[in-house]
Protein backbone atom coordinates (compact mmCIF):
# COMPACT_ATOMS: atom_id res chain seq x y z
CA UNK A 1 0.00 0.00 0.00
CA UNK A 2 1.75 3.13 -1.26
CA UNK A 3 1.47 6.53 1.81
CA UNK A 4 2.68 9.56 1.28
CA UNK A 5 3.15 12.08 4.02
CA UNK A 6 4.05 15.68 3.76
CA UNK A 7 5.42 17.96 6.49
CA UNK A 8 7.24 21.14 6.68
CA UNK A 9 4.82 23.63 6.09
CA UNK A 10 4.25 26.73 8.20
CA UNK A 11 3.98 30.61 7.43
CA UNK A 12 6.96 32.45 6.73
CA UNK A 13 7.14 36.15 5.58
CA UNK A 14 8.00 36.98 2.01
CA UNK A 15 11.94 36.06 1.11
CA UNK A 16 12.07 33.64 3.30
CA UNK A 17 12.56 29.85 2.89
CA UNK A 18 10.77 26.25 4.24
CA UNK A 19 11.21 22.82 3.25
CA UNK A 20 8.51 20.43 2.39
CA UNK A 21 9.18 16.29 2.96
CA UNK A 22 7.29 13.74 1.54
CA UNK A 23 7.87 10.24 3.32
CA UNK A 24 6.97 7.95 1.11
CA UNK A 25 6.46 4.29 1.90
CA UNK A 26 4.60 0.79 -0.60
CA UNK A 27 7.26 2.51 -3.39
CA UNK A 28 10.57 1.44 -4.85
CA UNK A 29 13.24 3.93 -5.07
CA UNK A 30 14.44 3.71 -8.56
CA UNK A 31 10.98 3.33 -10.41
CA UNK A 32 8.81 6.13 -9.52
CA UNK A 33 8.92 10.05 -9.94
CA UNK A 34 7.66 12.32 -7.17
CA UNK A 35 6.09 15.64 -7.96
CA UNK A 36 4.55 17.94 -6.01
CA UNK A 37 1.35 20.44 -6.25
CA UNK A 38 -0.38 22.99 -5.06
CA UNK A 39 -3.78 24.46 -4.77
CA UNK A 40 -4.70 28.12 -3.30
CA UNK A 41 -7.92 29.03 -2.48
CA UNK A 42 -10.35 30.01 -5.70
CA UNK A 43 -8.13 28.22 -7.61
CA UNK A 44 -6.62 24.79 -9.56
CA UNK A 45 -4.16 22.48 -9.11
CA UNK A 46 -1.00 23.71 -10.35
CA UNK A 47 2.11 21.30 -10.73
CA UNK A 48 4.93 22.77 -8.94
CA UNK A 49 8.19 20.55 -9.51
CA UNK A 50 8.67 16.61 -10.45
CA UNK A 51 11.91 14.72 -9.97
CA UNK A 52 12.60 10.90 -10.29
CA UNK A 53 15.05 9.28 -8.58
CA UNK A 54 18.77 10.41 -8.38
CA UNK A 55 17.53 13.47 -10.18
CA UNK A 56 18.26 12.44 -13.60
CA UNK A 57 14.51 13.87 -14.89
CA UNK A 58 13.61 16.88 -13.34
CA UNK A 59 10.90 19.75 -14.04
CA UNK A 60 9.58 22.82 -12.25
CA UNK A 61 7.09 25.31 -13.45
CA UNK A 62 8.14 28.81 -15.16
CA UNK A 63 6.82 30.65 -11.90
CA UNK A 64 9.26 28.62 -9.19
CA UNK A 65 12.39 28.03 -11.72
CA UNK A 66 15.66 29.33 -9.82
CA UNK A 67 13.64 29.69 -6.20
CA UNK A 68 12.21 25.71 -6.08
CA UNK A 69 14.51 22.79 -5.78
CA UNK A 70 12.90 19.36 -5.75
CA UNK A 71 15.22 16.32 -4.57
CA UNK A 72 14.89 12.98 -3.69
CA UNK A 73 16.74 11.13 -0.86
CA UNK A 74 16.59 7.13 -1.41
CA UNK A 75 18.01 6.48 1.70
CA UNK A 76 15.43 8.10 3.76
CA UNK A 77 12.79 7.19 1.19
CA UNK A 78 11.64 10.73 1.19
CA UNK A 79 11.45 13.67 -1.30
CA UNK A 80 12.20 17.30 -0.62
CA UNK A 81 11.18 20.60 -1.74
CA UNK A 82 13.55 22.98 -0.45
CA UNK A 83 11.59 26.94 -1.66
CA UNK A 84 13.46 29.90 -1.13
CA UNK A 85 12.64 33.40 -1.82
CA UNK A 86 9.01 32.43 -0.78
CA UNK A 87 6.24 35.25 -2.31
CA UNK A 88 2.86 35.88 -1.02
CA UNK A 89 1.65 34.24 -4.79
CA UNK A 90 2.97 31.03 -3.44
CA UNK A 91 0.51 30.93 -0.53
CA UNK A 92 -1.25 27.66 -1.10
CA UNK A 93 -1.72 24.04 0.39
CA UNK A 94 1.24 21.92 -1.33
CA UNK A 95 0.95 18.19 -1.95
CA UNK A 96 3.15 15.45 -2.51
CA UNK A 97 2.56 12.94 -5.80
CA UNK A 98 3.62 9.68 -6.72
CA UNK A 99 3.74 7.70 -10.02
CA UNK A 100 4.87 4.69 -11.03
CA UNK A 101 7.81 5.48 -13.94
CA UNK A 102 10.56 7.83 -14.29
CA UNK A 103 9.27 10.14 -16.56
CA UNK A 104 8.30 13.26 -14.58
CA UNK A 105 5.70 15.53 -15.54
CA UNK A 106 3.91 18.19 -13.65
CA UNK A 107 0.24 17.17 -15.02
CA UNK A 108 -1.83 16.14 -12.07
CA UNK A 109 -3.82 13.37 -14.14
CA UNK A 110 -0.29 11.55 -14.50
CA UNK A 111 -0.60 10.79 -10.65
CA UNK A 112 -1.82 8.11 -9.19
CA UNK A 113 -0.88 8.45 -5.47
CA UNK A 114 -1.67 11.36 -3.55
CA UNK A 115 -0.64 12.88 0.45
CA UNK A 116 -3.23 14.75 2.01
CA UNK A 117 -0.79 17.99 1.80
CA UNK A 118 0.68 20.89 4.05
CA UNK A 119 -0.17 24.27 4.24
CA UNK A 120 2.27 26.91 3.46
CA UNK A 121 1.18 30.87 4.23
CA UNK A 122 3.56 33.81 2.90
CA UNK A 123 2.67 36.86 4.23
CA UNK A 124 4.34 40.29 3.18
Known amino acids: QVQLVESGGGSVQTGGSLRLSCAAS????????MAWFRQAPGKEREGVAA????????VYTDSVKGRFTSSQDGAKNTVYLQMNSLKPEDTAMYYC?????????????????WGQGTQVTVSS
Open 26 to 33: GLTYGSRC
Open 51 to 58: SSAGGGNT
Open 97 to 113: AARLSVYCSIRSVDYRY
